[in-house]
């Protein structure tokens, strides 16, 4: 028999996979993303990540040539972007896997993406928000809707660069702690 968490747990991440499809835009039958960048354009939907709390790590092909989102893969971008302090798992916007990519690959490569936060739980959250850190009280990453990252090799000037080229999504640039801030909000910088 199911289990029915599996079951409303799949039902809800479909729900939110199509929601974020919605949100990239449909236009004439063509998929539009970043910056007018249309589906058949996006690079390779693969990406490399490396969780540098949990020291776990995912090569995850999660879109086919075809623009077809693996639901599966999916779910293993979810968990290796999980909040490290709870253990929660939370949907990751597809927009913000492709907007990590198409900066990843701006930047000529497919170096491992060494994730500093990803889904972040309300509790985890509020914790950095009350000790002082620079964390928003209403975050998009607990809407799993941005990622910090580090890029090996890569001076987090340069991946800031890339990403700002794209004009797409926020940017955040974070000298002291050496990351880079990616989300799937509206194009704003600091």
């Known amino acids: 028999m199911d289990n029915p ?8 991440r479909r729900a ?11 236009l004439g039958g063509r998929l539009i993303c970043p910056s007018g960048v249309f ?10 990540f490396f969780n540098v709390w949990t020291d776990e790590r995912l ?4 879109r086919s040539e075809a623009g077809a989102y693996d ?3 999916l779910d293993d971008v979810n968990h290796i ?18 907007h990590v990519n198409l900066v990843q690959k701006k930047l000529g490569g497919d170096r491992e ?3 500093i936060s990803g889904f972040r739980s309300p509790e985890y959250n509020a914790i950095l928000v009350r000790s002082g850190r620079r964390a928003a009280k209403n975050s998009l990453h607990m809407q799993g809707q941005a990622v910090d990252l580090q890029i090996p090799g890569i001076h987090p000037k340069m991946v800031r660069q ?19 801030h990616l989300d799937s909000g509206p194009f704003r910088h600091w």
């Open 5 to 12: 968490n599996e079951s409303k747990w799949a039902w809800t």
């Open 16 to 26: 939110f996979l199509r929601t974020s499809l919605a949100g990239l835009g449909l």
């Open 39 to 48: 589906a058949r354009e996006l690079p390779e939907g693969r990406l490399t």
């Open 59 to 62: 090569d995850v092909t999660y």
């Open 71 to 73: 639901l599966e893969a």
């Open 81 to 98: 972007l999980r909040c490290h302090y709870t253990g929660e798992v939370g949907a990751i916007d597809v927009r913000v896997l492709e």
């Open 113 to 115: 993406i060494h994730i």
């Open 162 to 180: 890339a990403a700002l080229e794209l004009g797409y999504g926020g940017v955040g640039y974070y000298p002291r702690s050496k990351f880079v």
